[in-house]
């Protein structure tokens, strides 16, 4: 059953001083997602836009906002020929499962200048 559904769209050339600052990637950003757009030269600020809409859409799935969860616990994993997932860490798994969740669903999407994830929260 649905618990929570968040969607929410960024727009991408914000972050494109985020990526040449470290401070706000360490702020922001989990280590892993860090190394991985680190990766992706000129398609980082894409991939950052992405996971922190991916982590607002967590947010607005929770009812919560950003309010309640630490931004680096919420972390967007790429794994080969499969789906992104959500990894959930510290507050924002403790979160999810007082929402009576116990899995997030993520779907992403990029269009120009526009970011775009979508999060639904599932009880089992």
Not at 43 to 72: C, N
């Amino acid at each position: 059953m649905i618990v929570g559904f968040g969607l929410d769209a960024v727009f991408i050339p914000r972050f494109e001083t985020w990526a040449a600052n470290p401070k706000l990637l360490e702020r922001f950003f989990h280590p892993d997602e860090i190394r991985v757009c680190g990766e992706r030269g000129k398609g980082a600020s894409a991939s950052l836009a992405v996971r922190f809409a991916a982590k607002e859409a967590f947010g607005k799935a929770l009812g919560t906002g950003l309010a309640g969860f630490g931004l680096k616990d919420v972390a967007l994993k790429n794994r080969s020929g499969e789906a992104p997932v959500l990894e959930l860490f510290g507050k924002a798994l403790a979160a999810m499962r007082k929402k009576g969740a116990a899995k997030a669903h993520v779907s992403l999407s990029h269009e120009r200048d526009m970011a775009f994830a979508a999060v639904i929260l599932e009880s089992v």
